[in-house]
């Protein structure tokens, strides 16, 4: 494919009205994609005054046409609605490539998409290597982090890629003179097979997504019950994070398993990851070892997860958190050097 | 009800991932049921015991994975057949397309399929699948129950709109329960579907000792590429590995020496000045 034909289309996710920092990071990777002479496009489903906001902040990073995409049926995140939106911009914009999060919404339409559109899919994206001959090279973990593969797509059929939050570089700004437009997309949902019943929201998910978190404070069997892991919340709070947990601390009911960091559970890569009482098995390690910085708080000074730590503190997880978290209350008050 | 269910080899979870030529070194590797696929099949047979039926799992792989499938019939199901990869490559398009075309000719009622698999992560294959037979899906089910219909609701799709038309009337409608990032979420959708699963869904069963012996008996189907009613273009591999690597070393850094008092404030510093986080 040569590059003066690539034309990206991503999917901009937004989370409460708001678009999320994946959408972004996504249009950067478009971007560089494409190279000079291509077009990205964005796509973004459910519309209301926020979808203003995100269109606008889209077209100001970079994206040549922002289509919007608005129907009743797409008012909340429906599978089968938002695969059919995206087939409408597919269909308008007939892209070489269609880009996503690799978030709950984009693992759940990508594989449509890419079905539909009989293309490849490469998931999970955690880099993107382009040279100036326009080859791409993209490369995922396997096993959840235990290996990387690099791979490629090859030539004849659309791409589909779905970028894991946090690890690719934002779209930068472009000059007013190259903003883009805002176009809304004629679309009528088709007849819905599925219908939601029921939603049962979670008191503190708050909006951010354990994979997109850039702070992590994650329990294990060490918490000893639920109620142990309010000091580790009460950390999360103060640093501007989210709790995550082992395996072990699910099994045992102290937390829910949507919370699971690990081989099968979720992967991450935020830049501080806090280990507390969470002794380092490897499916654990698998899930989190790409983490920029990470701390093990552990009673038991052989415990494998110090094994990958920067930073380890043997001590007992209910005495040093609390500590912690009055430690960093007092310097987060006061200005960095 | 005649359900399929999906299901992948996989190394077991405690393996360490060594890299030899090129390639994932596999002697000495113990295999398992992909954990998530496991979820699948328990809720299979579950489903079957209160609502009758046939539970078939389908695989695609190579010839190893038949242990797979005999520890699937183990368990209980009642039949296995197993897609054997060459001539696919390990590329999702492909694979989609020969297990969207096997699981069409058994004409399912229910589809059930891991939330992804533990070894490639990308969760791609069985919603291709579902795309591809134009079936609606269900991601991420902590919870499923089957109601028979005792009219057709007026929410239920036309079954003639589905590549599994063959299929009866929806005489079955699923109400899932699903984990999603905003909470838990609870939806209706007719059948035929497919629904993937989560942990949480159910907790699997070991294989019984009588169940291991019936198993030997019943039929594992070895289906080959050209078996299959698949165009040239399905067989045409979309993307392709060009290297495997090891994740980049990560040394032990250190532990913080001191009284509780000390430790905390020493690493509070650290993370702000070494680490320049805060
Ligand atoms: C198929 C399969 C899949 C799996 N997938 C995953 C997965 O995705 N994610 C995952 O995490 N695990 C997974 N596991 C489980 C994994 O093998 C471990 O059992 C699990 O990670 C252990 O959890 P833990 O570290 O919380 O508990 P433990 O191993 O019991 O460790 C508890 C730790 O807490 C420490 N501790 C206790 N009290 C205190 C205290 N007061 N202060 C400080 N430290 C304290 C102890 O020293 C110990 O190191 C999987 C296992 C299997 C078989």
Request: charge should be negative; include cysteine.
């Amino acid at each position: 494919m040569s590059n003066c034909s690539r034309t990206a289309l991503v999917f901009a996710e937004c989370a409460d009205g708001k678009l999320r920092r994946v959408a972004l990071e996504a249009l950067g990777a478009a971007r560089q994609l494409v190279q000079d002479g291509g077009a990205v496009h964005a796509v973004l489903v459910g519309g209301g005054t926020a979808a203003s906001e995100a269109a606008a902040e889209l077209a100001a990073r970079g994206a040549g046409v922002v289509h919007v995409i608005d129907d009743p049926a797409l008012a909340q995140f429906a599978p089968e609605a938002y695969a059919a939106a995206i087939g409408a911009a597919v269909a308008a914009v007939r892209p070489s490539m269609i880009l996503l999060g690799h978030t709950a919404a984009g693992r759940e339409l990508a594989p449509r998409v890419a079905a539909a559109v009989r293309g490849g899919h490469i998931a999970d994206v955690t880099a993107v290597e382009t040279t100036d001959g326009g080859d791409a090279v993209f490369t995922r973990p396997l096993y959840a982090g235990k290996a990387f593969e690099r791979r490629r797509f090859l030539p004849g059929a659309p791409w589909v890629i779905t970028v894991r939050p946090n690890n690719l570089p934002l779209a930068d700004g472009v000059p007013p003179d190259r903003q883009g437009v805002i176009a809304a997309l004629p679309f009528t949902a088709p007849p819905l097979s599925t219908t939601v019943l029921a939603i049962a929201r979670k008191a503190d998910a708050g909006g951010v997504d354990l994979a997109e978190a850039d702070i992590i404070v994650a329990g294990g069997r060490g918490v000893r019950s639920a109620a142990g892991f309010a000091p580790l919340q009460a950390l999360a709070q103060t640093l501007g994070g989210v709790l995550g947990a082992s395996r072990g601390a699910c099994d045992a009911g102290y937390c829910d398993y949507s919370l699971q960091i690990g081989q099968t559970g979720k992967t991450v890569t935020p830049k501080l990851y806090i280990a507390c009482g969470i002794s380092g098995a490897i499916q654990h390690l698998a899930g989190m070892s790409q983490s920029r910085v990470i701390v093990a708080i552990n009673k038991d000074p052989e415990a494998p997860i110090f094994s990958i730590a920067d930073y380890g503190i043997v001590g007992d997880l209910f005495e040093i958190v609390p500590l912690l978290t009055k430690r960093f209350q007092l310097l987060l008050s006061q200005p960095g050097d | 009800m005649n359900m399929v269910v999906l299901v992948k080899q996989t190394f077991d979870t405690e393996e360490k991932i060594e890299l030899a030529h090129g390639a994932i070194n596999e002697d000495h590797v113990k295999f398992i049921i992909n954990p998530y696929d496991e979820y699948a099949l328990e809720e299979a047979l579950r489903l079957r015991e209160k609502h009758g039926g046939r539970v078939t799992v389908a695989a695609c792989g190579p010839s190893r994975a038949a242990e797979t499938l005999r520890t699937a019939l183990a368990m209980g199901a009642d039949e296995a057949v197993l897609i054997e990869e060459s001539g696919l490559g390990e590329d999702g398009h492909t694979i989609a397309a020969a297990l969207a075309a096997a699981v069409k000719e058994l004409a399912p009622d229910l589809v059930l399929a891991g939330l992804f698999a533990i070894d490639r992560g990308a969760g791609s294959i069985a919603l291709q699948v579902a795309e591809r037979l134009r079936l609606p899906h269900a991601a991420a089910a902590l919870k499923i129950e089957i109601h028979r219909n005792v009219e057709t609701p007026a929410a239920a799709a036309s079954p003639a709109d589905t590549e599994l038309a063959q299929s009866p009337s929806p005489d079955f409608t699923a109400v899932v329960q699903r984990d999603t990032e905003w909470g838990l979420e609870t939806v209706q959708l007719p059948l035929p579907a497919l629904i993937t699963a989560q942990q949480g869904l159910n907790e699997p069963r070991y294989p019984s000792l009588p169940g291991i012996m019936k198993a030997k008996r019943k039929a594992l189907h070895h289906l080959t590429i050209a078996e299959l009613d698949l165009t040239p273009d399905d067989l045409n591999p979309r993307t392709e590995r060009l290297a495997l690597l090891s994740p980049p070393p990560r040394a032990a850094g250190r532990k913080l020496a001191g009284t509780p008092e000390e430790q905390a404030d020493a690493l509070a510093g650290l993370l702000r000045s070494e680490a320049k986080l805060f």
